[in-house]
């Protein structure tokens, strides 16, 4: 089992809808939790980070986190075709380490 | 000014020859890593050194040894490569060991032929 699951798509979503990123861990004892946005031929970029059950929103992003299922997620209001990349999700356990998954690519239609 | 540097950005070479990535981050940060990503994207850690002290160390060929000459710079040089490093050698940088946010540099994409 990966330790960090991801939808590796592609997801597409129209402008201005709602885009869903969903994320699986296996690491109960994971303690940090983070979204990377990654365009093309760049390096990655934190887009939120989030450490405690419950929602975290910042602007149009809203990051989601239930440990009791392991699930990790990132919405996008009001896509933007400058939306459209790869969004990671990695997890740090407590330890040195953060994992990441292998990322959902995004494309946002005009 | 880049936080976290890299060089080169590019490198072409042949199997067999050594190479070597230089990263140096100027965000006073104590924790600097190596990750490989290859073709399908997939980021992976390889080294970790925080302080100078090697702290992670990945089941990585020996024919990768990262170096810290000091806690601004972590290098990385590569023995005898082979078909399979091609690939997009990330640098990064964290304030701490437990921080969570990493900080990239550009990336140095080597094609080995």
């Known amino acids: 089992q990966k330790e960090v699951e991801q939808n590796s798509g592609p997801l597409s979503v129209p402008e201005g809808a709602i885009a869903s990123l969903n994320c699986t861990y296996s690491d109960r004892g994971s303690q940090s939790f983070f979204w990377y946005r990654q365009y093309s031929g760049k390096s990655p970029e934190l887009i939120m980070s989030i450490y405690s059950n419950g929602d975290k929103e910042d602007g149009r992003f809203t990051a989601q986190l239930n440990k009791a299922s392991q699930y990790v997620s990132l919405l996008i209001r009001d896509s933007q075709p400058s939306d459209s990349a790869t969004y990671l999700c990695a997890v740090k356990a407590g330890g040195f380490k953060t994992i990441f998954g292998a990322g959902t690519r995004l494309f946002v239609k005009a | 000014d880049t936080a976290v540097s890299q060089t080169p950005k590019y490198l072409v070479t042949q199997m067999g020859n050594d190479k070597s990535i230089k990263c140096e981050q100027n965000?006073?940060?104590?924790?600097m890593y190596w990750y490989k990503q290859d073709s399908k994207k997939f980021l992976k850690i390889m080294f970790s050194?925080?302080?100078?002290?090697?702290?992670i160390n990945e089941t990585v060929p020996n024919r990768f040894s990262p170096k810290s000459p000091d806690k601004a710079h972590l290098n990385l040089h590569i023995n005898s490569l082979e078909l399979g490093d091609s690939a997009v050698y990330f640098c990064?940088?964290?304030?701490?060991?437990?921080?969570?946010?990493?900080?990239f540099g550009e990336g140095s994409r080597l094609t080995v032929l």
């Open positions: 965000l006073g940060h104590d924790t």
């Open positions: 990064a940088s964290s304030q701490g060991t437990l921080a969570g946010e990493l900080f």
């Open positions: 050194y925080n302080n100078k002290e090697l702290i």
